[in-house]
């Protein structure tokens, strides 16, 4: 079972694509993906939702990526510009109780107008470096 914990970077600052109603966006992730089980709630100052899946980290990505754009289109927001998914596994111990627990992947869902720059300024290739290659991902709705 792969469990997701995600938070979400809304970089598009537009009236057209407003922030989403969090259990609007469970049950919609959960109703677009075909490889997500559940989608929960998370009640956290970071952390947005749970998802599990018997997928594989990357196909359980690709899935939500798509399901997210998905949803934004039925929800009539604009869905022109990237939706990033970037993934990293929790390989060291977690604190009791947190979201994040050892073995699952902390996911950032990243609604950008500008990929390349967005990844420049978090030094993604940087943090990708310093991980494992089987611990952390990158899916991109343009690819």
Not at 44 to 62: E, G, Q, R, V, Y
Not at 95 to 110: H, N, S, Y
Not at 117 to 139: C, H, M, Y
């Amino acid at each position: 079972m792969t469990t997701f914990i995600l938070s979400h970077n809304l970089q598009v600052h537009s009236q057209e694509v407003p922030a989403f109603l969090l259990e609007e966006l469970a049950a919609g992730i959960q109703s677009n993906a075909a490889t997500i089980t559940s989608a929960n709630v998370i009640d956290h100052p970071h952390w947005i939702l749970s998802l599990t899946s018997d997928s594989s980290p990357s196909d359980m990505a690709k899935d939500l990526v798509v399901a997210w754009k998905k949803l934004r289109s039925q929800l009539g927001h604009d869905s022109n510009h990237t939706v990033l998914a970037l993934g990293g596994r929790k390989d060291s111990e977690a604190t009791p109780g947190a979201p994040l627990q050892q073995g699952f992947w902390g996911v950032d869902v990243v609604e950008t107008q500008d990929e390349k720059t967005f990844l420049q300024a978090i030094n993604w290739d940087v943090l990708k470096a310093s991980r494992p290659a089987d611990g952390v991902f990158e899916i991109s709705s343009n690819s």
